[in-house]
């Protein structure tokens, strides 16, 4: 291991010598010192490795099964039920999902899943809602648990924390919040976070309002790939506060839904092995059919924590390819914005808002 090491950081300093570039100048340019690294993998075993959730006491698998993939029309049923089953089988124990996914498609086939052979004891389930009313999260709540099969949720998170106002809304009185801290004392979750993929500071917003508020979130989710490491960096930005607070890192859109590998500037092991040295407790990928779980499997077993150099030497083939936010279009774009497409799943302002403005302007 040492000697692999040894090599890789030679190799590194030689190319950048050849340019004229001594590795301080270049580790000192990258910004890579502001994104957090393990030193440590994960636990091994069998197949996968495992790492903690945060201060949640629960230790899951450091890839998770996204949920979009295994409910996307193009993909039959038995088979995502198939892939679903192997992967439990194979360690992974965390699959994602949200009740908006594919018209709740997502979540009824995972619920298939889980109902058959045990396969319930084996996975953490995570899914996510739109409702920003009390009223709208809780129905949406219960419309999850009956299409999971499921008595209780692993972990519930609001999804797509995209605008400055959604803390507030969340939090406000009549919001979100009250119905999934109502839900969680009434045994159907166990612990609760929030997602979303515009902008860093959003995510820093929302946990400065959970914190106005009392409440601590137990994981918060964001891109990590390797293309933020060069624009709006979530892991710069983000990650720093959350291992700070003790909150688990969910990372997602490590090939950005296959957009960041048609720059042609990385491969799939360098987005995932990015993403992996990212001190997270779980990496959500996609997964459509039985190479792409493979894939991840191999990313796992060739997994090796990598020091600045080697980071630098990594991040430096997607920098010119990044810096515009080109390949990450769910920062700069509103394409994969489901809420902004559909305003009624968050339903409509709450009672106090409407009584301050019972018109709307305009």
């Keep these: 291991m040492k000697r692999r090491t040894f090599l890789s950081n030679a190799m590194a300093a030689a190319l950048l010598a050849k340019n004229g570039i001594s590795m301080a100048d270049e580790i000192q340019g990258s910004g890579v010192e502001r994104i957090p690294r393990v030193s440590n ?12 959730l945060g201060a949640t006491g629960v230790q899951v698998s450091v890839i998770g099964m996204g949920g979009s993939h295994l409910g996307q029309a193009k993909v039959e049923e038995d088979l995502a039920i198939r892939l679903i089953h192997e992967g439990l089988d194979r360690g992974i124990n965390f699959l994602d999902n949200s ?5 709740g498609r ?12 045990g396969y319930r004891e084996k996975a953490f389930v995570m899914t996510k809602l739109d409702g920003r009313t009390k009223e709208v999260a809780a129905n949406q709540i219960d419309t999850s648990l009956k299409r ?4 209780h949720i692993d972990l519930l998170q609001h999804h797509e924390i995209l605008r ?7 939090f406000n009185e009549g919001g979100a919040m009250e119905a999934v801290v109502a839900a969680k004392q009434a045994g159907k979750l166990r612990f609760i976070g929030f997602t979303g993929h515009k902008d ?8 400065d309002v959970a914190k106005d508020h009392g409440f601590h979130f137990d994981t918060v989710q964001m891109p990590i790939n390797i293309m933020d490491a060069h624009f709006r960096s979530f892991s710069q930005l983000v990650v720093p506060r959350a291992l700070e607070e003790k909150i688990g890192v969910l990372g997602m859109k490590s090939f950005g839904s296959g957009i960041i590998l048609k720059s042609g500037a990385v491969e799939p092991m360098d987005c995932l092995h990015y993403s992996l040295n990212i001190p997270l407790s ?15 499997f191999a990313a796992v077993k060739s997994f090796v924590p990598m020091n600045e150099a080697q980071l630098v030497r990594l991040i430096s083939k997607s920098k010119e390819a990044a810096m515009s936010g080109r390949y990450e279009l769910f920062k700069t774009t509103s394409h994969f914005d489901t809420t902004a497409r559909h305003p009624d799943w968050l339903g409509s302002d709450s009672p106090d808002v409407q009584k301050l403005a019972p018109e709307l302007p305009g």
């Design 282 to 296: 779980v990496l959500i990928t996609g997964i459509d059919k039985k190479e792409v779980l493979d894939q991840a």
């Design 106 to 117: 997502s979540e009824a086939r995972v619920g298939k899943a889980l109902s058959q052979g």
């Design 148 to 151: 999971l099969k499921v008595d």
């Design 200 to 207: 860093p500071h959003i995510h820093l917003h929302m946990l």
């Design 99 to 103: 009740w908006d996914y594919n018209e």
């Design 164 to 170: 400055y106002e959604d803390p507030d809304r969340i």
């Design 41 to 52: 993998a994960g636990t091994m075993r069998g197949e996968m490795l495992y790492r903690d």
